[in-house]
């Protein structure tokens, strides 16, 4: 993603309502976030399908790390013998 550009990405939330269509374009073409606007502060950021699902897919995997960081933390593992014997065979 981009850096955020301050006289581009800021878009009052009047203005996205009439070109929504045109802004999300822009949007994808840009590969940077837009912040919606509202009495004047920021009300809402809009991310293409493609960044969301980056951010998306990044926090699931920083979620895992944390859960088996705290499983090795806790004891809860095991090695790579007594797993061999735990999986079915083929």
Excluded: H, Y
Excluded at 4 to 33: C, G, M, W, Y
Aim: charged share 30%; hydrophobic share 40%; net charge positive.
């Amino acid at each position: 993603m981009s850096p955020l550009r301050v006289s581009e990405d800021l878009v009052p939330l009047t203005t996205f309502k009439a070109k929504a269509s045109e802004l999300i374009r822009q949007l994808r073409a840009a590969n940077r976030p837009l912040v919606i606007t509202r009495n004047g502060r920021a009300a809402a950021v809009l991310l293409s399908l493609a960044e969301f699902n980056r951010l998306a897919d990044q926090a699931n995997f920083l979620e895992a790390v944390r859960e088996g960081s705290a499983d090795s933390t806790a004891g809860r593992v095991i090695t790579d013998t007594e797993l061999d014997r735990q999986s079915p065979r083929r």
